[in-house]
């Protein structure tokens, strides 16, 4: 199903409006899978002192079930995938809706940080088939232009979890227990697979389906990683992700241990900052037809580089006090806002660049990375005198990440180009 373009002369346009039509609904069922994922990690970010305080554990150990779940979504892709590739989009996508619902509901009687952890992790495992089978989708529906355009409604939609995700955990608290959040996040896995099986139709016929055999697998993955114009904007995305998730496991502690603020005030900050993302991914959605794939993706790394930057110069000067917290929102406004150019122009040269029949498994591949990097690389914030993040140690593997996110890009960008030529 491509794009659907203006009516022709003399063109029925109800065609056009159902085909229209069909798309936006094609986005919000996408989007209600995508957004489980960062609804999971954002919902409870609020509660983490309190979480910790309750388990009688640390704060470190806490942020250690946000990087769970990233590293179980990193490894549930590299198995979702493949086996979307085999067995159509469907089945495994509402097999790993149903499995994450029943986590969520394990997690809400946990005894204990390493139960919590275990679960989360799970959590991530079955979390994965909404994020890599929607992109999957996608590629199977869309190319060039018209992919890159629906990646970015997607995003706009998507947007919306990470925007309400900390302000919802925040007034969570307000009226329960941080249980709470998981008993919301089971409800949502319950309305997703309802959405899914009435909703979504199968993508992939079977005609275009692979076996799965361990040698094909290998040598398709094996195919993927010296094709530089794969791994080149996958890195680049796995890598920009691990800069955004550094911000989102750290700033909820930092925000309230080093800066004061309370619960609802982190809420609103990352709500006004998360505004930044979804104008972030309209805006390039304006640019595309106008402004090559690769050049608007150049503008938002350049972005998040320059936001890295002052993040570095307002941490060297050890700002301090409840007045450095708005022009903290505006560093990483500016950082949310580049992302929401990096996020669709990376994935989309990447997923463009293959063909429908392996779209699963470079979705996989795209999204185990992404996880694993942006889970691996963030958890580095922490790791400090005290065990917990701070501005410096932010600002320190943010821009580390940020000038290696531009080099990848940069680099494997040349290559991509000498080899087409």
């Given at each position: 199903m491509p794009a659907a373009p203006p009516p022709a002369p003399g063109a029925d346009p109800g065609r056009g409006a159902g085909r229209r039509r069909r798309t936006a609904v094609l986005v919000l069922v996408l989007a209600t899978l995508t957004a489980t994922g960062p609804l999971a990690t954002d919902l409870y970010l609020p509660a983490f002192p309190v979480i910790a305080e309750d388990l009688g554990s640390t704060e470190a150990q806490i942020q250690l079930t946000l990087t769970a779940i990233m590293l179980g979504m990193a490894v549930g892709q590299l198995v979702i995938g493949p086996l979307s590739d085999?067995?159509?989009?469907?089945?495994?996508?509402?097999?790993?809706?149903?499995?994450?619902?029943?986590?969520?509901?394990?997690?809400?009687?946990?005894?204990?940080?390493?139960?919590?952890?275990?679960?989360?992790?799970?959590?991530?495992?079955?979390?994965?088939?909404?994020?890599?089978?929607?992109?999957?989708?996608?590629?199977?529906?869309?190319?060039?232009?018209?992919?890159?355009?629906?990646?970015?409604r997607l995003m706009l939609v998507t947007g919306l979890a990470p925007l309400l995700g900390p302000v919802l955990g925040g007034q969570l608290l307000r009226v329960g227990?941080?249980?709470?959040?998981?008993?919301?996040?089971?409800?949502?896995?319950?309305?997703?697979?309802?959405?899914?099986?009435?909703?979504?139709?199968?993508?992939?016929?079977?005609?275009?389906?692979?076996?799965?055999?361990?040698?094909?697998?290998?040598?398709?993955?094996?195919?993927?990683?010296?094709?530089?114009?794969?791994?080149?904007?996958?890195?680049?995305?796995?890598?920009?992700?691990?800069?955004?998730?550094?911000?989102?496991?750290?700033?909820?502690?930092?925000?309230?241990?080093?800066?004061?603020?309370?619960?609802?005030?982190?809420?609103?900050?990352?709500?006004?900052?998360?505004?930044?993302?979804?104008?972030?991914?309209?805006?390039?959605?304006?640019?595309?037809?106008?402004?090559?794939?690769?050049?608007?993706?150049?503008?938002?790394?350049?972005?998040?580089?320059?936001?890295?930057?002052?993040?570095g110069v307002l941490a060297a000067a050890g700002v301090s006090g409840a007045w450095a917290l708005p022009v903290l929102t505006a560093v990483f406004w500016t950082l949310m806002f580049s992302v929401g150019f990096v996020f669709p122009n990376a994935t989309t040269l990447a997923?463009?660049?293959?063909?429908?029949?392996?779209?699963?498994?470079?979705?996989?591949?795209?999204?185990?990375?992404?996880?694993?990097?942006?889970?691996?690389l963030s958890s580095l914030a922490g790791m400090t005198a005290t065990g917990q993040a701070s501005l410096a140690s932010m600002a320190v593997v943010m821009s580390g990440i940020a000038v290696a996110a531009a080099a990848v890009f940069a680099v494997t960008a040349r290559r991509a180009a000498r080899t087409a030529a």
């Open positions: 085999a067995l159509g989009r469907r089945r495994p996508l509402l097999v790993g809706v149903a499995v994450f619902a029943l986590a969520s509901l394990a997690c809400m009687v946990v005894p204990s940080a390493g139960v919590f952890t275990g679960l989360r992790f799970v959590q991530g495992v079955a979390g994965a088939a909404g994020a890599v089978i929607s992109r999957a989708v996608v590629r199977d529906m869309f190319e060039g232009d018209d992919a890159a355009r629906f990646f970015s227990p941080w249980q709470l959040s998981f008993a919301v996040l089971a409800a949502v896995a319950v309305t997703s697979w309802v959405v899914v099986f009435f909703g979504l139709p199968e993508s992939l016929p079977s005609g275009r389906r692979r076996p799965l055999r361990a040698r094909s697998l290998a040598q398709t993955v094996g195919g993927l990683l010296r094709d530089v114009r794969f791994i080149g904007p996958a890195l680049t995305l796995g890598l920009s992700f691990g800069a955004m998730f550094t911000y989102i496991s750290s700033f909820s502690f930092v925000s309230q241990n080093e800066f004061g603020a309370s619960a609802q005030q982190f809420s609103l900050m990352f709500a006004v900052n998360t505004v930044g993302l979804l104008l972030g991914t309209q805006v390039n959605a304006y640019l595309i037809g106008r402004v090559e794939t690769p050049r608007r993706l150049a503008g938002g790394l350049t972005g998040m580089l320059a936001a890295v930057a002052v993040l997923i463009s660049s293959q063909s429908p029949s392996v779209a699963g498994t470079a979705s996989a591949l795209m999204g185990s990375m992404q996880f694993a990097l942006g889970g691996g």
